[in-house]
């Protein structure tokens, strides 16, 4: 499909190709430009626009910096978002708020400080009792950070949710107005957050 918007990563703003720049590697600069690129072809699918056509724009509501939330200029009512780490993208554009992220599976596995640190103690005891730490800690961690990219969750709240019962979920459940929902593809686990109705 990208074959076809093969020219969307030029349509990337000034500002985009400024972050994309302080990239030391390649491969991660390429990322960051396929997530923007991707974004835009989400976006015109779901708005019957040419990708190129569109403007995505970040600004952080804390330091007014050029990060945090990505919204379309051509059309704010569309929520946007993305996500790369090495060697993958994934995007999303929906008429309603949504959030997405992506952690590669073949990272060492998390230890015990990290995985108490960031999840519930209804987490950490599912996950420890998981036949596969990692996927289940990287499971709830991508849900956690769809959850961030909507701005139902803080950074600093990850304790606070409970989202255990996600891991044995095999496809969208319903969480306080959100529908979550995570899966592995090809060597990453991928989660979003849709609001509901």
Do not use: N, Y
């Amino acid at each position: 499909m990208l074959a076809r918007h093969a020219g969307v990563c030029a349509a990337l703003t000034t500002a985009e190709r400024d972050r994309a720049a302080v990239f030391r590697v390649d491969r991660d600069r390429h990322d960051f430009v396929a997530a923007h690129a991707l974004v835009r072809v989400c976006a015109g699918l779901l708005l019957d626009r040419p990708a190129v056509d569109l403007t995505i724009v970040q600004r952080c509501a804390a330091c007014g910096r050029g990060h945090g939330r990505p919204t379309l200029v051509e059309d704010r009512a569309t929520a946007v978002s993305f996500a790369h780490t090495r060697g993958s993208v994934v995007a999303a554009a929906a008429r309603r708020p949504v959030g997405v992220d992506v952690e590669r599976l073949d990272r060492g596995a998390p230890d015990g400080a990290t995985i108490r640190a960031a999840m519930s103690a209804a987490e950490v005891r599912a996950i420890g009792a998981a036949a596969d730490v990692r996927a289940a800690f990287l499971r709830l961690w991508v849900l956690k950070e769809a959850l961030v990219k909507v701005g139902a969750l803080e950074l600093d709240g990850f304790r606070a949710v409970d989202l255990s019962t996600f891991l044995a979920a095999e496809g969208p459940a319903a969480w306080a107005g959100w529908w979550l929902s995570a899966w592995r593809h090809d060597g990453v686990m991928v989660g979003q957050a849709l609001a509901a109705g």
